[in-house]
């Protein structure tokens, strides 16, 4: 179930049976570990806290002007520049493209704005960007910023007390879904009508990929109900069908889409709103930070709309595909993008739309876990959030009537 994080290409490799979200206890280190860099374990009373991790503030926010290349409006980039530029920090380790291929990632340890700014945009697949803590090491770094997904930060945060640092900050981002980039060669053939002029792409609330070119400008737009789901399982890594961290929960802020409402077709990812989820006392610092620059706009969140229904249909619909039980259907363009526009109208929006996406993933991800190691073991893997949601009245019965059909 390895996620290739990287922290076995380094000496820390010695830790790895209590750092890796993947061996043994996994998963439910979260729940200590947040212990750890919160201060205090999510409130599995509150909903908001079971869904979207410890926190003290969430908004929408956006960059305006924004970060011309950036994933988004380049709000990550951004804190990372302006923290090298207050001297809170004296390196960054982001995430570069490999010289030789712009979609694959090359982690690395950035000491200048312009080398912060060269790792903007997101690289889709699985990135090694524990390899470089050595480095960070011999280099005699001591005030770090780490920018990186949840297997990474729970890695991270497990060997945090051997680095040597006197400061680290971590700003994260959502991840769910992931590979490695041989699949992605795969998911592009696939699904764009021209794979080799992609340059990044979402899974947007309007229930269609976008895909944007090279050139900048160019989005292709793809109703998830047209692409053929059979085709696509091989494409996600089994670490990223056994992950229970969505959210990146060890992170001091964590930086997303799926939690905004979309602002229409004619919005593009580069001046949408993101939503951004500040968990601790680091990440307000971080955040007054971002607000001192004056280029932040921010808004309250906002949300509409149930999404158990729509969970419970989506979890069946793949599950039944995943099993065999069910042939997926891809659907004519022009029907896709009627079905995509009715459930965007009728669908949950705002967090809840996150909230759909997140529970929707922990289903998922544990009716393929249960199959591959049992209860027990799965059990053993699942932090306390994750199981609070699966044992909830609104999903028990169909996890239930999804395990007794194979
Ligand atoms: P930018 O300013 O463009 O910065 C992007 C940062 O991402 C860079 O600092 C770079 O170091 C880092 N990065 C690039 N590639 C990788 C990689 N492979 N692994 C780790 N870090 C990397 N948001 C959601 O709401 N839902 C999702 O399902 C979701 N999936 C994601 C999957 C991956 C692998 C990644 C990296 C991000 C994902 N995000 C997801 C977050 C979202 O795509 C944007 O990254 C986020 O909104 C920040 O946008 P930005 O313009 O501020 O980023
Ligand atoms: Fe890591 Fe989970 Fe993202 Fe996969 S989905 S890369 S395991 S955080």
Known sequence: MCSRCGLCDTYYVAKVKEACGFIGDGMSRIDQLEEQVHGRQRDLGEADEVTFGVHEHMSFCKLTPGVEGAQWTGVVTTIAVEMLRAGMVEAVVCVQSDPEDELKPKPCIAMTEEEVIEARGVKPSLSPNLEVLAEVEARGIKKLLFIGVGCQVQALRSVEKYLGLDELYVVGTNCTDNGPREGLEKFLQVTSANPDQVKHYEFMQDYRVHMMYKDGVTVEKVPY??????????????????????????????????????????????????????????????????????????????????????????????????????????????????????????????????????????????????????????????????????????????????????
């Open 225 to 406: 109900f047209c692409l053929p789901a059979d085709q696509l399982t091989d494409v996600i890594a089994t670490s990223c069908y056994s992950c229970f961290d969505y959210v990146n929960s060890l992170a001091d802020v964590v930086v997303g889409y799926m939690g905004v409402p979309f602002e229409g077709p004619d919005v593009p990812m580069t001046k949408h709103f993101q939503y951004a989820t500040i968990r601790n006392e680091k990440g307000r610092e971080i955040w007054d930070l971002l607000r001192g620059t004056e280029r932040l706009v921010e808004e309250p969140t906002t949300r509409e709309g149930a999404r158990q229904d729509f969970v419970k249909q989506t979890l069946v619909t793949d599950d039944d595909v995943q099993l065999g039980r069910a042939k997926s259907n891809p659907l004519p363009l022009w029907i896709g993008n009627i079905l995509a526009d009715v459930l965007e109208k009728i669908g949950p929006k705002g967090l809840e739309f996150a909230a759909y996406s997140l529970d929707y993933h922990v289903l998922r991800n544990y009716l393929l876990v249960y199959r591959r190691l049992g209860r027990e073991k799965a059990w053993r893997h699942l932090p306390a959030y994750a199981k609070k949601i699966i044992e909830s009245e609104d999903y028990e019965a169909i996890v239930a009537k999804q395990i007794a059909k194979g």
